[in-house]
């Protein structure tokens, strides 16, 4: 039980494109999804936590008309990296909370490629 | 604010034998959650071991224990009987207790498990 799943695994784009990330909890409801950005050989960084249907929380320093959250049902968050650029390139991993338990279950996460 | 410290970047170890991963933190809180993390090489983040910060027993799962020093504010993770597979990065984690809240983790630690 609890698997996230990420969609898709990796894209590549070019400059200037938009691209949609999706985050889904498998067999459980996500009452909170989180989106984190990791560099090679470097910490998960968190971008923003969103709460099915409220407007996603972004931490200081991220643009939130860059990233933009949607968490739309229970099982399903989406991160869509707008006009993007080479230095949006990086590897984005989501998570999911579920009731009252305290954990956080990881997606397999997505690496961006913007030429 | 919480703040997790790993204060090393890259270990190895001889396979069979064991290591001590160290991470400390900082916090104001009473009620949370600290946890140990592994990404291997596919990046999926995997769980080792999560300790409950009220409970005084360390938890151990398998080959895998903590030595959760709360006064100390330190977290430690002990792999015994190193085997290949345990080659990973390994993240500290820091969680308030109430749920859907957010995780801090550390800089990681590289490990190579040395055949």
């Known amino acids: 039980g609890a698997v996230v799943s990420q969609h898709p695994s990796r894209v590549i784009c070019k400059s200037g494109t938009s691209v949609k990330i999706e985050c889904r909890s498998l067999d459980f409801q996500a009452t909170t999804m989180f989106w984190y950005r990791q560099f090679p050989k470097k910490s998960l960084m968190l971008m923003a936590t969103?709460?099915?249907?409220?407007?996603?929380?972004?931490e200081q320093g991220v643009e939130k008309d860059k990233f933009l959250i949607n968490h739309a049902s229970l099982t399903l968050s989406t991160l869509t990296v707008t006009s993007a650029h080479p230095e949006d390139s990086s590897f984005y991993i989501c998570?999911?909370?579920?009731?009252?338990?305290?954990?956080?279950?990881f997606g397999p996460g997505t690496r961006l490629t913007v030429l | 604010a919480q703040t997790v410290t790993q204060s090393q970047p890259e270990m190895s170890v001889q396979e069979a034998e064991t290591v001590t991963l160290s991470c400390t933190y900082d916090t104001s809180e009473n009620n949370y959650y600290l946890f140990w993390y592994k990404q291997p090489p596919s990046r999926q983040m995997i769980l080792v071991i999560r300790q409950e910060a009220y409970k005084q027993q360390n938890a151990t799962e398998n080959r895998f224990s903590v030595n959760f020093q709360k006064a100390a504010k330190s977290f430690s993770l002990k792999i015994s009987d190193s085997q290949l597979g345990d080659t990973a990065m390994y993240f500290c984690?820091?969680?308030?207790?109430?749920?859907?809240?957010?995780?801090?983790f550390g800089t990681g630690t590289s490990l190579t498990v040395i055949p």
């Open positions: 984690a820091f969680m308030k207790g109430n749920t859907g809240n957010q995780f801090y």
């Open positions: 998570s999911a909370s579920r009731g009252s338990y305290n954990e956080q279950f």
């Open positions: 969103s709460n099915e249907g409220s407007k996603a929380t972004y």
